[in-house]
Structure formats: structure tokens, C-alpha cells
């Protein structure tokens, strides 16, 4: 779901359903403020995708006092988009991201953790 659609019930149900699946399965407390924090998110699609950066924002929002006090604290975003028809290996892919690739279903995985000093990234 788009942060830029017109359509606001179906961002917030979707907003809804991120924060409910986030609740279920972080098990920790959320990560305080002053923690800078990497996003990584990996969208599995049909052949009609979202555009990348716009569901970067709800899944953002969705999060906050679940998983991290603010967004604020997201420093790094990664997104990568492919599609299910694509050839995607599987070896070394989280479980839950390997086993949509398998039967074909749509999915965004989403992955929080420090982020990591800036060179790391150059």
C-alpha cells in the first residue's frame, strides 16, 4: 500500500495489519531513542507492483512503539523489489522469505537492526 494513495481506509487497514503482524512477532521491547537504525525491506511481487519507496513510509509508521520508539531513528533504508516470475536462489534466504518464493506469494520482508557506521555502505 502507498503512502501517496487517495484511498486513506485502505492505507490505514494496511498500516492496521503491519502493526498487528509486527506486534505478534517482535518479541523484544522497542528500541529506544537514540538508537540509529537500519530498514531492510525486500518486496516479493506479481506483476503489478507498488512503487518501492512508497510502502517504505506506512511500514515505517506501522512500527513505531512496537519495534522503535520513533521513525526517526531509521537512518539507513534498503528496498529491493523483484518479482515472483524472476529466478530468485533461495540458499541463504531468510525462512519465511524462502518459503513465499516457493509457493509464489506476494510479500514484504522487513528486517530491522543498527545501522552500521557509514562506510560500511561506501
Known amino acids: 500500500m502507498s503512502h501517496q494513495t487517495k484511498n486513506r481506509g485502505n492505507l490505514q487497514a494496511w498500516k492496521s495489519y503491519v502493526e498487528r503482524f509486527a506486534q505478534r512477532h517482535w ?11 537500519r530498514l531492510t525491506l525486500v518486496y516479493l511481487c506479481d506483476d503489478s507492483p507498488a512503487d518501492i519507496d512508497n510502502i517504505i513510509k506506512p511500514i515505517q509508521d506501522a512500527m513505531v512503539g512496537i ?7 531509521i537512518s539507513d533504508v534498503d528496498s529491493h523489489r523483484r518479482y515472483l516470475t524472476d529466478v530468485i536462489i533461495i540458499t541463504g534466504l531468510p525462512k519465511i522469505l524462502a518459503d513465499a518464493v516457493k509457493v509464489g506469494n506476494e510479500i514484504v520482508y522487513v528486517r530491522v537492526q543498527s545501522a552500521d557506521k557509514l562506510g560500511v555502505y561506501l
Open 67 to 73: 519495534v522503535y520508539e520513533d521513525d526517526v531513528q
Open 27 to 37: 518479541k523484544n521491547p522497542y528500541i529506544p531513542i537514540g538508537t540509529d537504525l
